[in-house]
Each structure stands twice: as structure tokens, then as C-alpha cells.
């Protein structure tokens, strides 16, 4: 079944990533020693067994004697780190070494210095001149260059008193409703990377509509759960899935790019990847659900390193019976794609193929599922709250603005100039966009198909074909994806 294979495969590529999963990741702990300090190993260059640097005693009381303008570990770098880095980069979570104490940085720092300097790391695929977003990842540049800057030093400890309060912890979800996997699984260690998915009933006592206001992803096995993406279909259309799932023996069903079905039956309901937290929607929005309702629990399993690890992972759902603007995770794509009356032709060779779709409220997606789930009239204000985009191997770029029924007046929502199928997510807007009767939705994707950039399958690499779009590994896709709220 071509449907949601996963072939094993890498990627030979002359363009630079965006950013490392763990698989390559794991690379930049095969640096040689020489990278770090004075070209001894750094657990122990200059330490006194502790991890405090030569120059922490230097003074006759025992403090540090730095010159004003030192950076030092406390007051400039482990804030950055906790921001940035520690949520992923640290002891249990999907990142191959910790970085969150000063001890941690300076061992493992000068490893992930080609990472910041190439702006690999942290993982953050939006261009910030598009839009601006909640939380973002990236790095300011000032904070770039702090960190480029200390590591070239001895990178001197400091005194903790010196160190910036935390910002408050994010808000807590408490779940009305944890759904977890049937059985634990065990991903396929013959191919770094398993997509794998799961059904997850909603449970027999909801009798009545709920609306999901909040949404979190509890990983089994933090070492290999890379991401996850959960749908919802309603009652009556689950046929299908139960069908892919009994034809697979082992748990679940092997599934790539979506839930194993491209007729729509199963709508978007939340993602994660590691270090995020609980999405949590805004105050009185919410998506509904019906009771009834079964859960796609698609996880992308990345085993280098840790092959033979089970997981048996989970989410949790705040539920409300009622919000006051019901929303939707609304899919921007050109229905010809899905059906094949409209070629999205990737030829052959091609290094540079783009394709384009548009929405306005003529759109059979926005008259018939968005319509009916938000409760509002075609012509109404309608509030973008989060945008996303979709792809798969090929993609290099992706593009998501609204603009005037017909062009002009663009407004940027989402460009992530170098896509990275591993790190795809969605992405909340710091300032809801308005979307108007008068304007529509445009979708770019670019994709690069040469020879050069063709994936390898058991240690050969393929010779390009024409792709097109489809659920397989080796097929396409070009997708938005917009949580969308009525405006009052």
C-alpha cells in the first residue's frame, strides 16, 4: 500500500536544513574534542572537578574577578538557555544532551556552536519579519551573539545572585478527559523515523457536545516521540481508519504525512513537539466535539540511538459545554489537488516548482465545514488565531497571507522560508488577524525535485519522478492550516 509508507529513508541534499532532529543532532556530539577550550575535553579544562572555571577563585576572598563587560553564566547566558534551549536540552526530554545547568553548558556548549551560528537551533521555521507569534523560539540576535561570544571565552560562572527572575511558568492544563494509546508500541528501529497512528474513542460517558479549550500531549517515551499530531472524526465516519488499523498486526497503523485518508473525514485537532507545553485557547473559543467521536493519534517516533524503547503516550482535553465563538483548524488547500481534477505536477528534475491556492467565502471548504462548525454567516468578520503549514520530503518554502479578494493589500501570516517536514507546527499569532468578507486566504508552496535532492532508500538514492500531491512518503502535499473563530 503506498498510502503511508515508510520506506527507509534519508536525504541527500546540497541546501542547508533549517534545523537537526534528533537523528542529526546526535551528530554534533561526534566533534572532536578540539572544539572545545584549549583542546582538552571540557568536563575537565580548566575546572576544579566542580565545573567553575579557572578564573571563579582568582580573588583573594575566593570571588571571581571579571572585568565589567564579562559575560558570565548567570547574568547573561542561563537565561537564554532557559528560554531557549533547557525545554528540549534537558534530562529526559528529546534532546541529546542537556544543556539546562552551567555544568551541562560547559561540556556540551561548544558542541551546538555551528548549530546557533547557522541559526539551526533553536528549531524555528517562521521568518519573524512575516509576523510576529506567541513564545517564539528563535534567537534575537543580540542573544545569538551572546552566546557566540561566551563560548569563545572561558566562560566564567558568575554569581547567581545575578541572575534575572524567571518569567512566570506558563499556565497549567487541567484535563477534563486523558485519552491514552490502546497498547504501548514499540517503532520499527530498521528505519530511523515511524509514523504511527493511533485510534482513541472519546469515552462512552460524553453524551453531549463538548468544546476543547485546551489540549496537551503527555509523551510516553520523551527519547523517541519526535512529534505528534491528533484529528477528530466524527461518529459514523470512522470506518475507514478501523479498517487500516485491523489490516496492520501490530498496534496501530502505519501512517506518514495525515491520518491514512485524504477525503477530509478527519479534521485537525492539535499538535506538539518537544518543548511545547499545553495549547490553550484563547478566552471563550473552543472546537467542538461530538460525543461519539474518534481520535487520530498520529506520532512521528525517531529511534536513533534508542532503538527498542516502547511508548505508550497520551493527551489531554479541557472540555467546556458551551464557548462563545466556536473554532475550527480549517484546511487551506485547492480541493482539485485532493480530487485530481486540478494537477499540483511536481516534474521530474525540477528544482523549483511552486504551486498556489486561494480562499474566499465562495470556497466549498469554508461554505460547507467552516461555516457549520464556527456558526457565522458568510459575509461576517472571522479571527485567525494560528497558522501552519504542511508539506512533505520535498518542500523547501512555504507562504500563508490574506490579501484582497483578487490580490493586493498583502498581509503576511506565515512564511517559513526553509521547510523542514521534521520540525513542522503550527504557530499562534501574537495579534489575531481579522479576515474579512472582502478579502481571501492565499496558499504558496515550493518544492525542490532535482536529482541532487532525492531521498535514499536502503543505502541508494532515487532517481527523480514526477510527485504529485498523495498520502505516501514520496508524494506531496501543500497545505495551510488555520484555527479560525468567528470575530464576536
Not at 132 to 146: F, G
Not at 443 to 472: F, K, T, Y
Request: aromatic share 8%; hydrophobic share 35%; with cysteine.
Amino acid at each position: 500500500m503506498v498510502s503511508g509508507s515508510t520506506m527507509a529513508t534519508s536525504r541527500t541534499t546540497p541546501r542547508a536544513p533549517l534545523s537537526l532532529g534528533p537523528a542529526s543532532l546526535c551528530a554534533l556530539l561526534l566533534l572532536p574534542t578540539a572544539a572545545c577550550k584549549d583542546d582538552e575535553p571540557a568536563a575537565d579544562a580548566g575546572t576544579d572537578g566542580t565545573g567553575a572555571t579557572d578564573t571563579d577563585t582568582d580573588s583573594a576572598d575566593g570571588t571571581e574577578t571579571l572585568p565589567d563587560d564579562a559575560l558570565t553564566w548567570w547574568r547573561d547566558i542561563e537565561p537564554i538557555v532557559r528560554d531557549k534551549c533547557a525545554n528540549c536540552h534537558r534530562p529526559g526530554e528529546v534532546a541529546p544532551f542537556p544543556l539546562d545547568t552551567y555544568e551541562d553548558f560547559v561540556t556540551y556548549g561548544p558542541a551546538a556552536i555551528w548549530a546557533i551560528e547557522q541559526d539551526v537551533m533553536p528549531p524555528w521555521g517562521p521568518d519573524d519579519a512575516c509576523n510576529q507569534y506567541a513564545d517564539p523560539l528563535s534567537l534575537e540576535p543580540e542573544h545569538k551573539d551572546q552566546l557566540l561570544a561566551y563560548l569563545a571565552t572561558d566562560m566564567p560562572q558568575g554569581d547567581p545572585e545575578d541572575a534575572p527572575p524567571a518569567d512566570p511558568p506558563p499556565p497549567e492544563l487541567v484535563p477534563d478527559v486523558m485519552l491514552e494509546m490502546p497498547q504501548s508500541y514499540t517503532p520499527d528501529a530498521s528505519t530511523p523515523d515511524d509514523y504511527r497512528c493511533f485510534l482513541i474513542p472519546m469515552p462512552e460517558d460524553m453524551t453531549e457536545e463538548q468544546f476543547m479549550t485546551g489540549f496537551e500531549v503527555y509523551p510516553g517515551e520523551r527519547a523517541i516521540v519526535h512529534h505528534v499530531i491528533a484529528f477528530q472524526i466524527d461518529p459514523g465516519n470512522e470506518g475507514p481508519y478501523v479498517d487500516l488499523d485491523a489490516a496492520d498486526p501490530e498496534a496501530g497503523y502505519t501512517c506518514f504525512g495525515g491520518p491514512g485518508m485524504l477525503d477530509g473525514s478527519a479534521r485537525w485537532l492539535g499538535a506538539w513537539v518537544p518543548g511545547v507545553g499545553a495549547s490553550i485557547a484563547p478566552e471563550g473559543v473552543g472546537q467542538r466535539i461530538l460525543p461519539g467521536s474518534t481520535i487520530v493519534f498520529q506520532v512521528h517516533y525517531n529511534t536513533v540511538g534508542n532503538a527498542g524503547l516502547s511508548d505508550r503516550s497520551a493527551i489531554g482535553l479541557r472540555l467546556q459545554p458551551s464557548v462563545d465563538r466556536p473554532a475550527v483548524l480549517m484546511p487551506l488547500a485547492d480541493l482539485g489537488w485532493l480530487t485530481g481534477t486540478t494537477s499540483m505536477l511536481i516534474p521530474a528534475g525540477d528544482a523549483n516548482v511552486t504551486h498556489e491556492a486561494t480562499m474566499d467565502r465562495t470556497h466549498p471548504v469554508f461554505l460547507n465545514g467552516v461555516l457549520p462548525g464556527i456558526g457565522a454567516q458568510a459575509d461576517d468578520d472571522l479571527i485567525v488565531w494560528t497558522a501552519g503549514l504542511h508539506m512533505h520530503l520535498f518542500g523547501t518554502r512555504g507562504r500563508l497571507t490574506v490579501r484582497d479578494s483578487g490580490g493586493g493589500n498583502e498581509q503576511c501570516m506565515l512564511d517559513v522560508p526553509e521547510w523542514d517536514f521534521d520540525w513542522q507546527s503550527s504557530y499562534a499569532l501574537a495579534q489575531p488577524i481579522t479576515w474579512t468578507a472582502d478579502q481571501e486566504l492565499h496558499l504558496q508552496c515550493w518544492w525542490d525535485n532535482s536529482a541532487e535532492n532525492q531521498p535514499v532508500v536502503d543505502g541508494i538514492q532515487l532517481d527523480p519522478v514526477d510527485r504529485n500531491w498523495g498520502d505516501g512518503t514520496l508524494d506531496e502535499m501543500c497545505l495551510g492550516i488555520l484555527y479560525v473563530s468567528a470575530a464576536e
